[in-house]
């Protein structure tokens, strides 16, 4: 099957600074990519959705200056989390699909605000 | 708004058992789909189910369409500890397709030896 690479799949960082990660499609083109947020134990919560070349569609209650996301390329999305606080803590996933075809998902990003 | 109730959240039994999770919802759904995810990883697919009353067999386990495609239920056989997970469903959010996918709270298994 199709792979979506997550990077970095770990990151620490402190309260108030800003942190990206990036979502790639390996081997097809993402037209579409996707973000979630899992916490704990928990299930899947969809953030946003992104065309390539075209602003992300946030989901309602997902803040859009707080977690911006790029798709310049057909192969690379990214989320970057603006002055994180303790609460952004999460797993974060994304995922991928070429047009109208199957979704493939990242192995997560795993990020702490200290 | 389209709901998918997973039941039971959390499972602990002994290897060999036998287990059903189940997966509801008041909304008809075009497709189903069941994913594991183990911890500290994404979601992996396990089967996408389409048709109502359709089942479907992966090794020991065997999931089934509600015949009104508002249902499914996966059913394990004789579980080992490899297949302890978190066993989520999904499906289409909304009638078009966008690709986007509605989650169950997913179903924490864990199989003990």
């Known amino acids: 099957g199709a792979v979506v690479s997550q990077h970095p799949s770990r990151v620490i960082c402190k309260s108030g600074t800003s942190v990206k990660i990036e979502c790639r499609s390996l081997?097809?083109?993402?037209?579409?990519m996707f973000w979630y947020r899992q916490f704990p134990k928990q299930s899947l919560m969809l953030m946003a959705t992104?065309?390539?070349?075209?602003?992300?569609?946030?989901e309602q209650g997902v803040e859009k200056d707080k977690f911006l996301i790029n798709h310049a390329s057909l192969t690379l999305s990214t989320l970057t989390v603006t002055s994180a606080h303790p609460e952004d803590s999460s797993f974060y996933i994304c995922?991928?699909?070429?047009?109208?075809?199957?979704?493939?998902f990242g192995p997560g990003t795993r990020l702490t605000v200290t | 708004t389209q709901l998918l109730e997973q039941s039971p959240q959390f499972l602990s039994i002994q290897e060999g058992e036998n287990l059903t999770v189940y997966c509801n919802s008041s909304?008809?759904?075009?497709?189903l789909q069941w994913y594991r995810q183990e911890p500290g990883e994404g979601p992996v697919l396990l089967v996408t189910?389409?048709?109502?009353?359709e089942v479907k067999k992966l090794k020991r386990l065997t999931f089934q369409f509600g015949d009104a495609r508002k249902d499914s239920s996966l059913h394990i056989t004789a579980a080992q500890p490899g297949d302890t997970g978190l066993y989520l469903c999904?499906?289409?959010?909304?009638?078009?397709?966008?690709?986007?996918?509605?989650f169950g709270q997913g179903t924490t298994l864990q199989v003990k030896p």
């Open positions: 909304s008809v759904f075009s497709s």
């Open positions: 999904a499906g289409p959010a909304g009638s078009s397709n966008t690709g986007k996918l509605i």
């Open positions: 081997d097809f083109q993402a037209t579409t």
């Open positions: 189910v389409v048709t109502g009353g």
């Open positions: 992104s065309n390539e070349g075209s602003k992300a569609t946030y």
């Open positions: 995922s991928a699909r070429e047009d109208r075809r199957e979704q493939y």
